[in-house]
């Protein structure tokens, strides 16, 4: 695949994994049976553990090739674990997965072929049991607060009766929907008083919404455009693909803390040969690193680089391309890269 039929083919799925989402919702909810004992895991080890008891119980995969799944990669082994493939549930695509901040839940959403208007909202967590896999309804690129208490999500436009589309907010149980406000891709600050809420667009808005206040306020950023979709990197600041002249070149940490005035605090890289284009960056505070997907002539691939750092980006998983990924999001310790790809089982290789 060509470095520019795979930019053409990230901008369209990023569009459908992020706008048109919706149900097949199970009257499940999450299982409590481990939380008590283990809410007093450090995340890092509740991380661990839940990555480990993925690979003591490993994720049914389907025969087919070609389908969404949803990995986790190890940062410094360039390991993937396969964390979910709803493909054996009749739902071929999963994308936009995060972490919870405590370590103990996977979050994402699916939905089946040709049908993006159901998706659903998919929780796997590490029960006495192993890994269970949960549905809490209807929506599409969830967000945890930081106490893990709530969720965002975006519901498409009439996609439920009598709900109309934007982002929306729930009980980590699935319990208490109520509408927040105008759609976009939600992500939830450090701080847990805005949610960022993004479009699909080549050069998306970027609006920052107060939690309780329900005000939105459009991110401007003097003399630069953002580009793919950013992440927060800290209270009051994210991580951006940014440029000009059309196009994104830079990476870098943007102060947010006054939104209208925007600013630039660092740059972490500019975007050189051999990767032709960049999107999803996405930055671990606490490993001061910034992971992103990088296009080049033999594919995509997972990289990083390190804040402070002039060296080249890192290639997580040495020598490997795959032809699509997307939507990445670190764990809470840094450790794992939570990504989506149609990679195929490189174990029968």
């Known amino acids: 695949m060509t470095a520019r039929a795979v930019g053409t083919t990230i901008l369209g799925l990023s569009i459908v994994l992020a706008v048109y989402r919706s149900p097949l919702a199970q009257e499940a909810r999450p299982s409590q049976t481990a939380r008590g004992e283990l809410g007093k895991e450090t995340p890092a080890k509740a991380v661990g553990r839940l990555v480990e008891g993925l690979r003591q119980h490993p994720v049914e995969r389907s025969a087919v090739e070609g389908l969404g799944r949803i990995y986790a990669l190890n940062v410094d082994t360039g390991e993937a674990t396969l964390v979910a493939d709803e493909s054996v549930r009749g739902l071929p695509a999963c994308g936009s997965p995060t972490w919870s901040h405590d370590g103990l839940r996977i979050l994402f959403d699916a939905f089946p072929r040709g049908r993006p208007q159901f998706a659903q909202l998919t929780l796997i967590e590490l029960t006495e049991a192993g890994p269970t896999v949960t549905s809490l309804g209807t929506g599409n690129c969830p967000t945890f607060s930081p106490d893990d208490k709530r969720i965002a999500f975006l519901l498409g436009p009439d ?65 630069s455009s953002i580009y793919a979709t950013p992440s927060w990197a800290g209270p009051g600041r994210i991580i951006a693909l940014t440029g000009s002249d059309g196009k994104g070149d830079t990476l870098a940490l943007i102060d947010v803390s006054d939104p209208r005035e925007a600013k630039v605090k660092e740059v972490l890289w500019k975007k050189k040969e051999p990767i032709i284009e960049v999107s999803d960056p996405v930055y671990s505070p606490s490993r001061r690193e910034c992971a992103f997907i990088g296009v080049t002539i033999d594919g995509m691939a997972l990289y990083s680089v390190r804040q402070g750092k002039p060296d080249p980006p890192k290639q997580l998983e040495r020598d490997a391309y795959d032809a699509l990924i997307w939507d990445l999001a670190f764990s809470p310790d840094g450790r794992y890269v939570l990504f989506g790809s149609t990679r195929p089982d490189r174990r029968r290789r």
């Open 159 to 223: 996609v439920l009766q009598d709900a109309p589309g934007g982002v929306w907010m729930m009980q980590a149980d699935g319990s208490g929907r109520h509408r927040l406000g105008a759609g976009g891709r939600p992500r939830w600050s450090p701080d847990g008083h805005q949610l960022m809420v993004v479009d699909s667009s080549t050069t998306p808005e970027v609006t920052l919404m107060d939690v309780k206040l329900e005000k939105s306020v459009k991110l401007q950023l003097s003399g």
